[in-house]
T-cell receptor, first 109, second 114 residues
Framework: GQSLEQPSEVTAVEGAIVQINCTYQTSGFYGLSWYQQHDGGAPTFLSYNALDGLEETGRFSSFLSRSDSYGYLLLQELQMKDSASYFCAAYNQGGKLIFGQGTELSVKP | EAGVAQSPRYKIIEKRQSVAFWCNPISGHATLYWYQQILGQGPKLLIQFQNNGVVDDSQLPKDRFSAERLKGVDSTLKIQPAKLEDSAVYLC????????????FGDGTRLSIL
């Protein structure tokens, strides 16, 4: 089967660092993406990891370990506007993007 | 660049009625996707087009859902007849193609079935 597991919700305070984990089970895994979705809005692309290691883009970083079937999204210097749902999504060999159930991040003042 | 355009933004219909959604992808994007997102879940791929050809429609309920992408640009997704479980947000996305290319999503159509 194909599935991704991530926590349903995470709460953190402004200025803090938060890590959202994702484990996956996907036939023919090719890479892991992260998307952000504000309430009622469109999912927006954050990052993509095809190789093991850390990718950094401003305050956001994403990590992948193919041997552990695991990845995470790291958000630093949290801001109120970061309150949103975050989805990990795995590409399978057929090129299909399979999304996790999403993690709702609440940033408190 | 202009983003992915979808209409309508909201739609309320009764079960057994039909409904159609429209999507205009980002100019130059050969790959177009339709996703269904049920409240509290991640988007689920319904159908993927490469230009005007279907690449993957394995999760499209073909007895009631249909989609087309004439001329390889705009696309429409239709449901006929609608069931209560079809209540969801229908998202259209486009990309240049390839796994390392991000998918750009529209704001979606929120469908409510009464």
């Amino acid at each position: 089967g194909q599935s991704l597991e991530q926590p349903s919700e995470v709460t953190a305070v402004e200025g803090a660092i938060v890590q959202i984990n994702c484990t996956y089970q996907t036939s023919g895994f090719y890479g892991l993406s992260w998307y952000q979705q504000h309430d009622g809005g469109a999912p927006t692309f954050l990052s993509y990891n095809a190789l093991d290691g850390l990718e950094e883009t401003g305050r956001f970083s994403s990590f992948l370990s193919r041997s552990d079937s695991y990845g995470y999204l790291l958000l630093q210097e949290l801001q109120m506007k970061d309150s949103a749902s975050y989805f990990c999504a795995a590409y399978n060999q057929g090129g299909k993007l399979i999304f996790g159930q999403g993690t709702e991040l609440s940033v408190k003042p | 660049e202009a983003g992915v355009a979808q209409s309508p933004r909201y739609k309320i219909i009764e079960k057994r009625q039909s409904v159609a959604f429209w999507c205009n992808p980002i100019s130059g994007h050969a790959t177009l996707y339709w996703y269904q997102q049920i409240l509290g879940q991640g988007p689920k791929l319904l159908i993927q087009f490469q230009n005007n050809g279907v690449v993957d429609d394995s999760q499209l309920p073909k007895d009631r859902f249909s989609a087309e992408r004439l001329k390889g640009v705009d696309s429409t997704l239709k449901i006929q007849p609608a069931k209560l479980e079809d209540s969801a947000v229908y998202l259209c996305a486009s990309s240049l193609g390839g796994r390392n290319q991000p998918q750009h999503f529209g704001d979606g159509t929120r469908l409510s079935i009464l």
